[in-house]
């Protein structure tokens, strides 16, 4: 299961309202092959479930993980980060051994 902290659900909030999604969209969170350190998320809006997607929801935010991504991403905690050093969506995850400095990519 993933968590989604305060922020990172406004946020997801304003984008659907922004792009005008309607209540059929989803979070798609998945780990793919690539990044400094071998792994890398992505995060996008989806309104198609796949063969095999595990859905969660947490404080109203519907999230679809792929089968082999949830093996990667259990117990991780989505936030949302708008400081100086960048805005954007950051993944705390329990299962990273080791992370890169931008925080997008990691390994277990």
Known sequence: ???VTDKAKDRIEEIMKN???DSSYFVR???ESGGC???S???NFDNEEKKGDQFFEDKGVKICLDIK???YLAGTELDYSDGLTGKGFEFHNPNASRTCAC???FSV
């Open 41 to 43: 998320y992505k995060l």
């Open 37 to 39: 350190s071998g792994l």
């Open 19 to 21: 792009e005008q999604y």
């Open 29 to 31: 969170v998945a780990v």
């Open 103 to 105: 925080g997008e990519s």
């Open 1 to 3: 299961m993933i968590t």
């Open 69 to 71: 991504s949830f093996l």
